[in-house]
Structures are given as C-alpha cells and as structure tokens.
C-alpha cells in the first residue's frame, strides 16, 4: 500500500500560520488530483481544498480567504498554507491524490494540526 508522505503540522496559537506539504514517496507517481481533508474528533473527514493538475483550485467555505493551496512544478507534490487558523481548524490532516493514469486513491497517514492558546 502505497503512502503520500505529509509533513508540517504541530500546535499553533489562534491567528497563527502553519503549512503543510505532501509528497508521494518516490517521483515516478503523477496525481491528476491533489488535495487535503481533514478530520476532527468525532466528526466525519471532511475536504478543505484541493487542486487539479492543470491549476484549478477548490476550497471549503471555511477554509475560503485563508488557505491556498499550490502545487510544485512536477504536479506531483502540493503544499497547503493556513493562515489565520481557528480553534475549530484543529484536525488531524490529510493528503489525497488519485492517479493519473490509474485513477487510483491515494492518502497520507495524517498529520495532528492543533490550535490553541
């Protein structure tokens, strides 16, 4: 079973900034789609944002005005920044991609975003 690899959460206070990337594990993979979702505690996963491999872009309306998302230049790897993050942005984060090719799903294990003061 193949897995994106994720890096960049942690703690945050209210109002910070903290930026996650995701990669595949070697660069023989092309996504045709990238993104990122996110679960809290109890509640379902949920998308955030996700962008295609020609540029366009999707966002929650919660997420709208204060992530972007981007992808590298080899549309294999993409980077979410947060800005302005919430107590309610606290999740564990993860990274999607499918397939180019093969159309196949593809996550990152997760990583723990936490904002508090």
């Known amino acids: 079973q193949v897995q994106l690899v994720e890096s960049g959460g942690g703690l945050v206070q209210p109002g910070g900034s903290l930026r996650l990337s995701c990669a595949p594990p070697?660069?023989?993979?092309?996504?045709?789609?990238m993104g990122w979702y996110r679960q809290a505690p109890g509640k379902q996963r949920e998308l955030v944002a996700t962008i295609t491999a020609s540029g366009t872009s999707n966002y929650t309306d919660s997420a709208k005005g204060r992530f972007t998302i981007s992808s590298g230049s080899d549309k294999n790897t993409v980077v979410l920044q947060m800005n302005s993050l919430l107590p309610e942005d606290s999740a564990v984060y993860y990274c999607?991609?499918?397939?180019?090719?093969?159309?196949?799903?593809?996550w990152g294990p997760g990583t723990q975003v936490t904002v508090s003061s």
């Open positions: 070697r660069n023989t993979f092309t996504f045709k789609v």
């Open positions: 999607h991609a499918i397939g180019a090719i093969s159309g196949r799903d593809y």
